[in-house]
T-cell receptor, first 113, second 112 residues
Framework: KAGVTQTPRYLIKTRGQQVTLSCSPI?????VSWYQQTPGQGLQFLFE???????NKGNFPGRFSGRQFSNSRSEMNVSTLELGDSALYLC????????????FGPGTRLTVT | QKEVEQNSGPLSVPEGAIASLNCTYS??????FFWYRQYSGKSPELIMF????GDKEDGRFTAQLNKASQYVSLLIRDSQPSDSATYLC????????????FGAGTQVVVTP
């Protein structure tokens, strides 16, 4: 079974621009979570989507938003980029039922200049 | 205080020895724990998960959960150079849907 895929893998943007990242979960997984990883803050939860609904949100400003489509693919958007948004953005999906483990994609490395 | 605490290391372990990683957490609510391994430049990879008090073994890995003392540990037996990575202790609280809470990670270096 194919793993979680994320596109693009690398991205360079300028301050003030906006960016959209995409995530396709493992087939059959309907829950998708997004995380930001930086050297200073480590891995931090952004939000989780299930069946096109946001179920949980981390402590990030409103510039960070996301959505999920009916095929479970998810996108996250960051508007008005700041230098501090430079990070590895990871998407994770998890199966339904009693399993709680999440499986991560390879990530999108965003650099803001 | 972070909700999930780990010693950042590095933890230097001779090849073939046992690596012991510890993690403490801040409250006693219903929760599950996961250990992820992350190689430099790569995404986290799930190694083990544990929900109940006690030990859980999977190959060379053993996870231990002690809810009374609020700690989780991971033992890596017969450590190999390929085990050199950062190990992340992760908590999922029962009331938080998919929101994983990560420790800062412990860097393990296995020396030949």
């Amino acid at each position: 079974k194919a793993g979680v895929t994320q596109t693009p893998r690398y991205l360079i943007k300028t301050r003030g621009q906006q960016v959209t990242l995409s995530c396709s979960p493992i087939s059959g997984h309907r829950s998708v979570s997004w995380y930001q990883q930086t050297p200073g803050q480590g891995l931090q939860f952004l939000f989780e989507y299930f069946s096109e609904t946001q179920r949980n949100k981390g402590n990030f400003p409103g510039r960070f938003s996301g959505r999920q489509f009916s095929n479970s693919r998810s996108e996250m958007n960051v508007s008005t980029l700041e230098l501090g948004d430079s990070a590895l953005y990871l998407c994770a999906s998890r199966p339904q039922g009693s399993s709680y483990e999440q499986y991560f994609g390879p990530g999108t490395r965003l650099t803001v200049t | 205080q972070k909700e999930v605490e780990q010693n950042s290391g590095p933890l230097s372990v001779p090849e073939g020895a046992i690596a012991s990683l510890n993690c403490t957490y801040s409250d006693r609510g219903s929760q599950s724990f996961f250990w992820y391994r992350q190689y430099s430049g790569k995404s986290p990879e799930l190694i083990m998960f544990i929900y109940s008090n006690g030990d859980k073994e999977d190959g060379r890995f053993t996870a231990q959960l002690n809810k009374a003392s609020q700690y989780v540990s991971l033992l890596i037996r017969d450590s190999q150079p390929s085990d050199s990575a950062t190990y992340l202790c992760v908590r999922l609280r029962a009331d938080s849907w998919g929101k994983l809470q990560f420790g800062a990670g412990t860097q393990v270096v296995v020396t030949p």
